[in-house]
């Protein structure tokens, strides 16, 4: 198994992790009806939504996730390659944690936008400059502008309040410009993927059906996990395997005991709620 803990993009969209995505797909994925989803090709290969249900999970495992960096770096990630959908989701999803400025006219204390032409390639509609940090800033427009702070919810609805069509995110930096409505469904999209890899990890998994980047997603969860041929339980918070141990789970137990398990060996894993989830 093609197993590594450090976030890398490259290691998202392999066909390992999609023929394990599919196989989760036929196996816990059933819609209300009992029916499975279909692939004619068992890899997926040419399934756009195996591939964005990888990169959602990729994400929760990037350490600058809610950083302006992370954002600034999948906004160049993409912009060097349009044309893929791997970086486009990975670009979208992070926007879904950022806190963002937009440019609002300045003294106005409600915040108001300021309304830009957008005029390129993708849009000519009317729409809203947004940036990543207060640097990343145009300097043609610094002075000129207020710069309130938002998330994506507060973007979209300003948006829609005062009926602009498009966003661009560090102009001029970045020539380019997005549909309000594309990021809409891809948010809401993302939200019912999130929700599917929770309840994925909280209801519990067979060992065989753990691939690279799912197995990566249990780290620093508490976890109860079945593991060997004798069916041996090990209870614990999950930290990475040692360089000289074969890919696997380090278990810190209750007891102060640290019990490895390798991947290979796990019959079932499954996370366990928090101390905020048992509260509730």
């Known amino acids: 198994m093609d197993y590594e803990f450090k ?8 066909p390992e ?10 196996k ?7 029916s499975m989803p279909v692939y004619s090709d068992p890899e997926g290969s040419e399934d ?13 495992s990037d350490p600058d996730l809610e950083t302006p960096e992370g954002l600034e770096a999948a906004l160049e990630d993409w912009a060097q ?12 999803d992070h926007l879904r944690y950022a806190d963002l400025i937009y440019a609002a006219e300045a003294g106005d204390i409600t915040g108001s936008p300021v309304q830009v032409q957008m005029e390129d390639d993708d849009s000519t509609d009317d729409g809203l400059f947004i940036f990543t ?7 043609d427009i610094a002075s000129d502008c207020d710069f309130p702070h938002a998330d994506i919810d507060e973007i979209i609805r300003i948006c829609d309040a005062f009926g602009f069509k498009a966003f661009a995110i560090n102009p001029p930096d970045i020539d380019a410009s997005f549909d309000i409505d ?4 891809c948010i809401e999209e993302y939200y019912v993927i999130d929700e599917f890899w929770d309840g994925t990890r909280k209801m519990g998994l067979d060992g065989e059906d753990l691939f690279p ?45 640290t019990v490895y398990v390798p991947l290979d060996s796990i019959k079932f894993i499954q996370e366990l709620p928090d101390e905020d989830e048992e509260e509730e």
């Open 7 to 14: 976030y890398d993009t490259t290691k998202v969209d392999t």
């Open 17 to 26: 992790n999609r023929r394990g995505m599919v196989r989760l797909f036929m």
């Open 28 to 34: 816990y994925a059933q819609s209300e009806d009992g």
């Open 48 to 60: 756009t939504e195996v591939g964005i249900y990888l990169r959602v999970l990729a994400d929760y």
């Open 81 to 92: 390659n349009t044309d893929s959908d791997t970086y486009f989701v990975a670009l979208f």
């Open 133 to 139: 940090r207060l640097e990343r800033v145009w300097k």
């Open 182 to 185: 594309n990021l809409r469904r």
């Open 213 to 257: 980047l799912l197995a990566q997603d249990f780290l620093y969860r508490n976890v109860y996990c079945v593991y060997g041929n004798s069916k041996r339980e090990a209870e614990g918070y999950v930290t990475p395997y040692k360089p000289w141990q074969a890919p696997g789970y380090s278990i810190e137990t209750a007891a102060g005991k």
